[in-house]
């Protein structure tokens, strides 16, 4: 669909400053991501993009559980996000 000026459709004009934005914050976070090791990269992931508890985790890694919160908390650590996955 081509750009027209007179539509009032705002997704005529093609990606807000916002999609592009968080485009470019989801990019920049896939690659911070792929720094981290992989052990903590996957407990980080499941906890906080797939929503599993921490026992779940230990499951699901065959890890013990204390592991588990050990890798959030160097994954969160090195992220620079504070004690409970929160921008700081």
Same mark, same amino acid.
């Given at each position: 669909?081509?750009?027209?000026?007179?539509?009032?459709?705002?997704?005529?004009?093609?990606?807000?400053?916002?999609?592009?934005?968080?485009?470019?914050?989801?990019?920049?976070?896939?690659? +911070? %991501?792929?720094? *981290? /090791?992989?052990?903590?990269? &996957?407990?980080? @992931?499941?906890?906080?993009? !797939?929503?599993? =508890?921490?026992?779940?985790?230990? +499951? %699901?890694?065959? *890890? /013990?559980?204390?592991?588990? &919160?050990?890798? @959030?908390?160097?994954?969160? !650590?090195?992220? =620079?996000?504070?004690?409970?996955?929160?921008?700081?």
């Amino acid at each position: 669909m081509a750009y027209d000026p007179s539509s009032s459709d705002p997704s005529a004009s093609g990606p807000s400053d916002e999609e592009t934005l968080s485009a470019e914050r989801l990019e920049s976070l896939r690659e +911070i %991501l792929e720094m *981290l /090791p992989d052990e903590l990269r &996957r407990c980080f @992931l499941l906890r906080h993009a !797939r929503g599993y =508890g921490v026992d779940e985790i230990s +499951i %699901l890694m065959k *890890l /013990p559980v204390d592991r588990v &919160r050990t890798c @959030l908390w160097q994954a969160r !650590r090195m992220l =620079g996000l504070g004690g409970r996955g929160e921008v700081s």
